[in-house]
């Protein structure tokens, strides 16, 4: 019902507006309405009157999903305003209502979003299989592999994995069924799997066998069993001496000169009375002889050579072979030329 107004002229006591009657009876149906929307028409509710605009907190109220119409409720006034994901690692992660969850495949997986529903697919939905002759076949996912063994070789399968084990499979079978053993002098015997290699150590030479491992030991070898039994000394005037193996090689130093053996090692000192005295030979430069005469054979590091008392630099300014000094540029005429032979 609309609300009803009393009339009340358009001045006081002028006839024109409601009688006593008519405004009252206005006046009671419009707190009949009231009574009625707030009440149950005789008493009014004694319960929170929920106003149209006003902030107002309710409790123990229920409203009706299908005939009301809630929005712009903020996640900080929701219970729960996310949902978390956990992964088979248990790593988490919170989306709240609002934002955006991705569901990306991995490999191997798509992701379709239609409507809202998703669908998750595999990308490859079988295996190939290859053998060592690059045959192949392709099992789709549902189908059956079939592992059969060949000669020799039985499949076993248990739960979700396959055994594959060997037995009784014949020399004929296998690319490669022995092997071949070559000697210094190049003979050579092939030894099939299931044979006996016999491995004999000849003189002074044991050979055991324990496990899957050969030990090969050496003992009281005489030295006419071995290609070299010894070692032979030259010295500078090429005489030699050969020591056999198991005899005794001294080294003795002369004449201001002291060995010491250590261990496995020998050590040769100079004493210090010993002085080193170069040959010195002169000569004269004519400024165009490069060719002159040493006292005896050397090298060009054995060498020192001035020219007019300035230090003349090896192989840059002269090379020495045998007996023989040559110099780069001839010394100039007059030029003192010493020669240090070491």
Do not use: W
């Amino acid at each position: 019902m609309a609300k009803q107004a009393i009339d009340r002229g358009t001045v006081a006591n002028d006839g024109t507006g409601d009688n006593l009657r008519d405004g009252a009876s206005k006046i009671n149906d419009n707190f009949d309405e009231i009574y009625t929307l707030l009440g149950d028409g005789t008493t009014l509710t004694s319960d929170d009157v929920v106003l149209r605009t006003a902030s107002q907190t309710l409790t123990t109220k229920t409203i009706s999903g299908s005939s009301n119409t809630l929005t712009n409720i903020a996640n900080s006034s929701l219970t729960n305003s996310s949902i978390t994901l956990v992964d088979d690692s248990s790593t988490s992660a919170t989306i709240s209502l609002g934002e955006t969850l991705a569901i990306t495949g991995g490999t191997g997986v798509d992701t379709t979003v239609s409507g809202d529903s998703i669908s998750i697919g595999l990308t490859n939905s079988g295996i190939t299989v290859v053998d060592d002759s690059s045959t192949s076949a392709t099992i789709s996912l549902g189908e059956t592999l079939s592992i059969t063994g060949g000669t020799g070789v039985d499949t076993t399968i248990s739960g979700d994995g396959v055994s594959i084990s060997v037995s009784n499979i014949p020399n004929s079978a296998l690319t490669n069924s022995g092997v071949t053993v070559v000697d210094d002098s190049s003979t050579s015997a092939t030894i099939s799997l299931g044979e006996t290699l016999s491995i004999t150590g000849g003189t002074g030479i044991d050979t055991a066998v324990s496990g899957d491992g050969v030990s090969i030991s050496v003992s009281n070898i005489p030295n006419s069993a071995l290609t070299n039994s010894g070692i032979t000394l030259v010295d500078e005037s090429s005489s030699t001496t050969t020591i056999s193996l198991g005899e005794s090689l001294k080294i003795t130093g002369g004449s201001g000169i002291d060995t010491t053996i250590s261990g496995d090692g020998v050590s040769v000192a100079v004493d210090s009375t010993i002085a080193l005295k170069p040959a010195t030979t002169t000569a004269t430069g004519d400024g165009s002889t490069l060719v002159f005469t040493l006292a005896s054979s050397g090298t060009t590091d054995s060498v020192i050579v001035f020219v007019n008392g300035t230090f003349q630099v090896p192989t840059t300014d002269y090379t020495v072979s045998g007996t023989t000094l040559t110099f780069t540029s001839p010394p100039a005429g007059s030029a003192a030329i010493v020669i240090k032979e070491f």
